[in-house]
C-alpha cells in the first residue's frame, strides 16, 4: 500500500512539474518573428523575400528604363514597412532614377521636374497624375516602367496616366505595357561603399557594402590602399542587402578615402558575383 501511494505521489508530482513549467512558459511573452510579403514580380525576378526580425515589411520591384536600349526596362529589389503608401513610393522612387553608385548612366532620367501630383486606386483602376513635365517625353521606357511597377500590385487592373489632370495619349502604351519590355536583372553587384556616423559626431559608426539585392556573402573584405584588413566585426544588414563593418579603429575611416573590396556573393536565385575593385568611401550622417 505504501509503494503504490509512492508511486502515485511520484506520478503526482511529475505532472506538476510539467504543468509548474507549461505555465511559467505561458507567461512568458513571446514575440513573434516578422513577416515579409513580396509581390509575384518580386519572387519571379530575386527568389524568396529576405526574413525581417519583427513588423510586416512588403518587397516588390521598380522598373527602370534603359539609356542603351530603348523600351526595355530592369527590375529592381525595394522594401517599405507601409503598405498603404507603396504605389506612391513606388511611383516617386522611379522619377529620381537609379543613377547611383555602380549603375551611374545606365538608365533614362524622367524630364528634369517631373513630380507625382496625386496617385489614386479606384477599384483596380490606379490613376497617376503627373506635373506638366511628362508631356515633353515620347519615351516608352518611362511608360513601361511605369505601368509594369504599379501593375504587380494586388487589385490592379488598369493604369491611367494623366498630365495636370488630363488624360494623355500615353495611357495607351501604359496599357499595353507586358513582361516582353523587361530585361533579366544581371548578376548582383556592388553598389557602392557608404560610412555612418550619427550628427555632430567624428567618427563613424559603420561600414557598409552595399550591394544591389539581397545577397548571401560568401566573403567579404576590407583593405587599406597597402592592402591591410581592416578589423571589426561583420554583419548582414536588414533585408539582406549590405554587409555592415562595425570597425575596431572607427578613426581610420575618412571621407573619399580609397577603399579595396574583395567579395563574393550569390543572390536568392543562385546567380553568383565577385569582386575585388577600389572604391572611394562616402560618408553619410543618420
Given at each position: 500500500m505504501k509503494k503504490i501511494i509512492s508511486i502515485i505521489l511520484a506520478i503526482a508530482l511529475v505532472g506538476f512539474l510539467i504543468y509548474g513549467v507549461t505555465f511559467h512558459k505561458k507567461e512568458i511573452p513571446v514575440e513573434k518573428p516578422g513577416k515579409v510579403t513580396a509581390t509575384n514580380a518580386y519572387e519571379k525576378y530575386f527568389g524568396?523575400?529576405?526574413?525581417?526580425?519583427?513588423?510586416?515589411?512588403?518587397?516588390?520591384?521598380?522598373?527602370?528604363?534603359?539609356?542603351?536600349?530603348?523600351?526595355?526596362?530592369?527590375?529592381?529589389?525595394?522594401?517599405?514597412?507601409?503598405?498603404?503608401?507603396?504605389?506612391?513610393?513606388?511611383?516617386?522612387?522611379?522619377?529620381?532614377?537609379?543613377?547611383?553608385?555602380?549603375?551611374?548612366?545606365?538608365?533614362?532620367?524622367?524630364?528634369?521636374?517631373?513630380?507625382?501630383?496625386?496617385?489614386?486606386?479606384?477599384?483596380?483602376?490606379?490613376?497617376?497624375?503627373?506635373?506638366?513635365?511628362?508631356?515633353?517625353?515620347?519615351?516608352?521606357?518611362?511608360?513601361?516602367?511605369?505601368?509594369?511597377?504599379?501593375?504587380?500590385?494586388?487589385?490592379?487592373?488598369?493604369?491611367?496616366?494623366q498630365v495636370e489632370g488630363k488624360e494623355i495619349p500615353l495611357s495607351d502604351v501604359a496599357k499595353n505595357s507586358d513582361e516582353s519590355a523587361v530585361q533579366q536583372p544581371s548578376p548582383p553587384r556592388l553598389l557602392s561603399v557608404t560610412a555612418m556616423r550619427d550628427k555632430g559626431e567624428v567618427n563613424i559608426e559603420e561600414v557598409n557594402a552595399f550591394f544591389d539585392r539581397p545577397v548571401d556573402v560568401k566573403e567579404l573584405k576590407l583593405?587599406?590602399?597597402?592592402?591591410?584588413?581592416?578589423?571589426?566585426?561583420?554583419?548582414?544588414?536588414?533585408?539582406?542587402?549590405?554587409?555592415?563593418?562595425?570597425?575596431?579603429?572607427?578613426?581610420?575611416?575618412?571621407?573619399?578615402?580609397?577603399i579595396k573590396v574583395r567579395w563574393k556573393?550569390?543572390?536568392?536565385?543562385?546567380?553568383?558575383?565577385?569582386?575585388d575593385n577600389v572604391w572611394l568611401l562616402e560618408v553619410k550622417k543618420h
Open positions: 524568396a523575400a529576405p526574413s525581417v526580425d519583427k513588423g510586416t515589411a512588403y518587397a516588390f520591384v521598380i522598373y527602370f528604363p534603359l539609356k542603351k536600349e530603348p523600351g526595355k526596362v530592369v527590375p529592381f529589389p525595394f522594401f517599405t514597412f507601409d503598405e498603404g503608401s507603396i504605389k506612391k513610393v513606388s511611383v516617386e522612387r522611379l522619377l529620381s532614377t537609379m543613377d547611383t553608385g555602380s549603375y551611374q548612366g545606365e538608365f533614362i532620367s524622367f524630364p528634369g521636374g517631373t513630380r507625382l501630383i496625386s496617385i489614386n486606386d479606384d477599384n483596380g483602376t490606379v490613376t497617376a497624375n503627373f506635373s506638366k513635365e511628362l508631356a515633353t517625353s515620347s519615351e516608352s521606357g518611362f511608360i513601361h516602367a511605369l505601368a509594369l511597377t504599379l501593375r504587380q500590385f494586388k487589385g490592379v487592373t488598369d493604369i491611367k496616366l583593405l587599406s590602399k597597402d592592402g591591410q584588413q581592416f578589423a571589426g566585426e561583420l554583419y548582414h544588414s536588414v533585408f539582406d542587402m549590405a554587409a555592415v563593418l562595425k570597425p575596431k579603429e572607427p578613426a581610420q575611416f575618412k571621407a573619399s578615402m580609397p556573393v550569390v543572390d536568392k536565385l543562385g546567380r553568383q558575383a565577385e569582386g
